[in-house]
């Protein structure tokens, strides 16, 4: 603890909800200072997702004209405390029973942070657990945020890590209680006074003002690292432990777009798991838009990030073609992965990443439109029997000949339509001139991308490539939209 003398003596106050109440006042050699009102918060949780996992304890204390304050109380989660929690911060279950659940102190909690800078290490944490709290009981909860991470990198750039233990160590701060609220919260306030002895008052105003409402970096990434991103277009991928590839995304802004994962840490819960987890970052440039989303969905593919839900890739890719029979009744026949032939094929619609998903949509459709589930082959037909939807007032009755065969077709043809997979409209191969490269595609699949006529003349005769729905949809939509005219026929 730092025993440079102060100016003041101000009394500290403490709040608190243990079933006891009690307040003392004692002095505290803290000098008055000209701050914004600054809570310094630390909780203590059941784990690190805020939807699913609760708050255990909640620390605070106030800085406000000179004076502390203090607010502590221990929560009841209602729900199971894992043990390797209850080792770290020696709460247990025994000790939450009987004390208030989190709604019956969110009021007095919201008036004790009411108007004053919210001051947490890693605040997307903290904050975003008792934003969550109370978002659940119908209070909206919006502070100005401080991350004492971020404050530390500004103040101490040449310190090679700015986690709590580290700045513990650093600046010989008075350990209390390691991993319980208050005493994490104490450590923040004693960090504070290390900064405004080494730096002053002024600067830390300067401080409160640069930093709040900027991205927090996570604590294992650097500022240097940031700032190293182009903010042109391209691709990026988070990595965890052992360069384990976590997330892969594309932006026409790489730098901005990296900087808004952070800022959404502090209220998303998908951002902030991510945030918590990332080690480094590794970014790829390209040399537009399309560029980015077509090597956005290969990297994807290739490396299977564990936060990347969509653009996996599928082995089960597959279709429906529509077939007349001998009755004249337009059926549907499944085409799987092993004959399609996207591009070429003019009767295919879908398309589908399985077999389970082409039945959910003929079935969605056949409901929509009034069709009759046994002409479409989704349950057994028996001539001169209605199926069962017709029962149930969901089938127009074509089965029993009520409605004509013909219409049923129609309606059929009508609602595939919109899921038609196009002819390839070129002869052959053709580049997309994006920047100064060209990106070449046949058949809806990408073969690579070229700078020069060698490059481009390589990648036509390289043969056919693996069809990618992902693409497919990529490389559709660009060329009915701003890239139509980039095209150059090979």
């Known amino acids: 603890m730092d025993q440079t003398p102060f100016l003041a003596l101000p009394t500290i106050s403490i709040k608190t909800h243990q079933q006891n109440k009690v307040t003392k006042s004692f002095d505290v050699d803290i000098k008055e200072v000209s701050y914004p009102d600054l809570a310094f918060v630390d909780i203590e949780t059941t784990g690190s997702h805020f939807e699913r996992d609760r708050i255990t304890e909640i620390g605070i204390k106030t800085l406000s004209r000179g004076q502390i304050q203090v607010w502590e109380s221990l929560i009841n989660p209602q729900t199971y405390i894992p043990q390797n929690i209850q080792r770290l911060t020696g709460i247990s279950p025994q000790m939450v029973e009987g004390q208030p659940l989190f709604e ?6 919201k008036e004790e942070l009411e108007g004053k800078i919210f001051i947490a290490h890693n605040a997307r944490f903290d904050y975003g657990f008792i934003k969550a709290s109370f978002k659940r009981i119908g209070i909206d909860f919006k502070p100005k945020v401080l991350c004492t991470v971020k404050l530390s990198r500004l103040l101490f750039p040449n310190q090679s890590r700015h986690n709590l233990d580290t700045i513990i160590s650093a600046h010989n701060l008075e350990v209390g209680a390691r991993h319980r609220a208050l005493g994490d919260a104490d450590l923040l306030l004693q960090f504070w006074r290390v900064c405004e002895l080494k730096f002053g008052k002024e600067k830390l105003n300067e401080a409160i003002h640069g930093l709040i409402g900027n991205p927090s970096l996570p604590p294992n990434i650097d500022k240097e690292l940031i700032d190293s991103i182009p903010d042109g277009p391209g691709c990026y991928i988070f990595y965890g432990d052992n360069k384990t590839p976590l997330y892969i995304g594309k932006s026409i802004s790489l730098r901005s777009r990296v900087m808004g994962h952070f800022q959404g840490a502090l ?5 902030m798991k991510l945030s918590l987890q ?10 537009g838009e399309l560029s980015a989303l077509i090597l956005e969905s290969r990297l994807i593919k290739e490396r299977m990030p564990s936060m990347n839900i969509k653009l996996r890739r599928s082995k089960d890719l597959c279709g429906w073609s529509l077939s007349e029979d001998e009755s004249g009744v337009l059926v549907p026949v499944l ?7 996207p591009g070429l094929q003019d009767n295919l619609y879908g398309l589908f990443y399985s077999k389970r998903e082409a039945h959910s949509y003929l079935k969605a459709i056949a409901k929509k439109y009034h069709l009759c589930e046994a002409l479409l082959g989704l349950e057994k037909r028996v001539e001169g029997k209605s199926c069962f939807g017709y029962q149930v007032k969901q089938c127009s009755g074509a089965c029993l000949h009520l409605a004509p065969i013909k219409l049923h077709n129609l309606q059929l043809k009508t609602a595939l339509e919109l899921f038609k997979v196009q002819v390839w409209p070129y002869a052959g191969p053709i580049a997309i001139k994006e920047g100064g490269e060209m990106i ?3 058949k809806w699949c990408y073969l690579g991308t070229a700078i020069n006529h060698d490059e481009l003349a390589e990648l036509k005769n390289e043969g056919d490539a693996e069809f990618d729905l992902d693409i497919y949809k990529i490389v559709k939509k660009a060329l009915a939209g701003g890239y139509k005219n980039q095209v150059i026929m090979l």
């Open 335 to 341: 085409v799987t992965h092993h004959q399609l032939e």
């Open 267 to 271: 209220t998303q819960r998908k951002e």
């Open 278 to 287: 990332i080690r480094d970052i590794d970014w790829i440039e390209t040399s």
């Open 104 to 109: 019956q102190i969110a009021r007095e909690l």
């Open 440 to 442: 070449v595609i046949d």
